[in-house]
């Protein structure tokens, strides 16, 4: 038995983090671009989670594992490097 | 039967939760505010929609290492998320990044002055 | 920089070698002797920066339930009540919002304690920790408000950090 309205809220969480890249274009500063791109980043692993247990292949939740592990790296770097001291 | 309405309620307050959060990150008034939002993302969102997906796979789909993959990838975010908001709002306010209208109370801005 | 120890060493091996295990999810003789060897090196290497005081604290069982009891009951009840009340700003049009960086004092001695307390402040939504100072013996943080209740330090710790601090200190001194 599967369940239909899972690969459903899949598309909605990639909606949201199409939506939160209207940000990241037109974001004035870098911390703000920064911020909604660390955002999509959770959504979309958010989205991987639901289409893996969807369709039960377990080659999804490593992408997700990957993506969120690699998430803060990123982050960091932007980070430090607004601070001057990188 | 009574398992798949718990995993979509759970999954269903996640989703509402990380709409709250992408609502804010487009609409509120500055940077550090739009960071506030985007941790409502990180936290309930995930956490909400992660725990719904341990309970499909340990109980419906009878597979330990996707339960635990995703109990790792949930707690991954709740981690890390932290620091980096940390270092991103520390570093806006070193580069002189400031809000348009001006805060409350800015205890920060007042000690920088000192130094 | 510290020497090597190893309680250190041993702590590190073990967190590095349960997560080889997670991620492989294989009792193969052959992949659980190749996550030995990497881990082993792993820990050797960086376990002077994780481990600075004791190692083997975790193995109280007084201050093991402490910690469950923070993770299960105290912080995610603080957690929910800052989601909601975020969500709500969130949902009615984002205008009644009144931010400001307020200077809050801190109890706490330990540096594993300070950490887990700056990290829970910055994970409930509303409030992030911008930085940790040290004056006259006696430690502050910066923490960005989305909603100033109260200006003066100790009336605006209260609110933020109260229950959050009191569960940290069975756990830290």
Redesign the interface.
């Known amino acids: ?1 599967t ?1 239909i ?2 690969i459903g ?1 899949g598309i ?2 990639i909606c ?1 983090a199409l ?2 890249l ?2 990241l274009a037109k974001g004035p ?1 870098p ?2 671009r ?3 791109g ?2 999509a980043d ?2 979309i ?2 989205a991987m ?2 289409f ?2 969807y369709s ?1 292949r ?1 080659i999804y ?2 992408i ?2 990957v993506g ?2 690699l ?2 790296l990123d ?2 770097l ?7 001291r990188l | 039967m009574a398992i798949r309405i718990v995993i979509d309620i759970l999954i269903a307050i996640g989703a509402i939760f990380a709409l709250a959060g992408t609502i804010g990150i487009l609409k509120m008034p500055d940077t550090y505010c739009r960071m506030q939002a985007s941790t409502c993302v990180a936290t309930l969102g995930t956490l909400c929609t992660s725990i719904g997906g341990v309970l499909y796979a340990a109980i419906i789909m009878h597979s330990a290492s996707a339960a635990v993959k995703i109990a790792v990838i949930a707690l991954m975010i709740i981690l890390t998320n932290p620091l980096g908001a940390h270092a991103i709002a520390k570093g806006a306010y070193r580069n002189g990044i400031r809000p348009e209208k001006e805060m409350t109370v800015d205890d920060y801005g007042r000690d920088m002055k000192n130094e | 920089m510290q020497k090597t120890k190893l309680p250190a060493v041993l702590t590190t091996f073990i967190v590095c070698f349960a997560f080889w295990i997670i991620i492989t999810w294989s009792f193969d003789i052959q992949e659980l002797a190749g996550g030995a060897v990497v881990s082993l090196a792993v820990a050797l290497f960086s376990a002077r920066f994780f481990i600075h005081e004791n190692a083997f604290w975790f193995f109280n069982p007084a201050k093991f339930f402490s910690l469950l009891l923070y993770c299960i009951v105290i912080f995610p009840i603080e957690l929910i009540k800052a989601n909601v009340d975020v969500a709500k700003r969130c949902f009615t049009g984002c205008r009644n919002v009144n931010p400001g960086i307020v200077k809050i004092p801190v109890g706490l001695k330990s540096e594993y304690g300070q950490s887990m307390l700056a990290n829970s402040i910055t994970l409930t939504p509303g409030t992030i920790t911008m930085e940790v100072t040290e004056e006259d013996g006696q430690t502050y943080y910066y923490v960005h408000w989305i909603d100033v209740a109260a200006e003066s330090g100790e009336a605006a710790g209260e609110k933020i950090k109260g229950t959050l601090e009191k569960g940290i200190r069975r756990i830290f001194k």
Request: aromatic share 8%; charged share 15%; hydrophobic share 55%.
């Open positions: 038995m369940m309205e899972l809220f909605f969480f949201l939506c939160a209207i940000r500063t911390a703000d920064m911020v909604a660390d955002a959770n959504l692993c958010c989670i639901l893996s247990i039960g377990g939740l490593d997700a594992l969120a592990m998430g803060i982050t960091m932007v980070g430090r490097y607004l601070e001057g």
